[in-house]
């Protein structure tokens, strides 16, 4: 039976093959990961990799961007879960973290408020809903009023079935009593070809890439999904001016694994502010139809959380699978 002294050494001789994790004079000591569950070329993949140009300046190391898809974001999520806390493997998270567990219940992580620890928000973006010419409504109300006058005859388009788009526009239709048929495409894009042609009746677009169709006259904006009115569209009023409780917007932030030592997340949460309050930066996504948020990784942590406990009722009601 070992004794003292065995128990001992043994304790000693695994504190030495495990690393202890990094102090924040010596972070980051090798390049630093961001994982992003998304396919190269889109929103979140073009955000993410201008800051991570300004997070590898303030840290002092090469701020690697890997697109890990599949799995609705949770193969990047359950990744950046697992690794070691030491900062050098980071989550660019989304709506989807709050989705995905209600969405599908089996999916990891299935507790994210457990799993990551928020270093802060990096920015979030609206949709517009843009409806075809032919649609007889002109304002968000008469919208909703045609759609319960005739329910699902009125067609709507998503970028996926469980997407934030998707569950916005049910979101909508529930708070107003009113039905409509769902199209999902996968993507943006396919939506808004069909959109263009006449084929759905309308689609949350993100306002940068809806801009072209209105100016073609194919497309007319009712309303914006952020909580108020956007600089950029002054006339478009917020959903929530004419149903409450309907606002909502495509996020993305910063996330490290839980465990992750304190000083590790002010150094990142540190960068992180100091990337986003960058003027340069701030002046090339000044046309993305993006608002740069400050870093604040308590405001994240809310977020996630209230969009946890906003996402499950509208999934059951709608009876939405994943697609």
Known sequence: MPNRRHVLAGAAALA???????????YPSRPVSLLIGYAPGGLTDVMVRLVAERLQQELGQPVVVENRTGAATAIAATAVAQARPDGHTLLVGTNSLAINPALTPGATPADPLAAFAPIGEVYYSPFALAVRPEVPARDLAGLMALAREKPGHLNYGSSGSGSVNHLLTELLLQRAGAQ????????????????????IDLFYATPLDVRPLVQEGKARLLAISSPGRIPSLPELPSVAESFEGCAGVLWQGLFAPAGTPPPVLERLHGALRAALADPALRARVENQGVVLMDGDAAALRQRLAAEMALWPPVIREAGITPG
């Open 16 to 26: 030495l093959a495990r690393p202890a994790l990094p102090r924040a004079e010596t």
């Open 180 to 199: 409509m048929t769902h199209i999902p495409f996968r993507g943006a894009g396919p939506a808004l070809l069909e959109l263009r042609t006449g084929r």
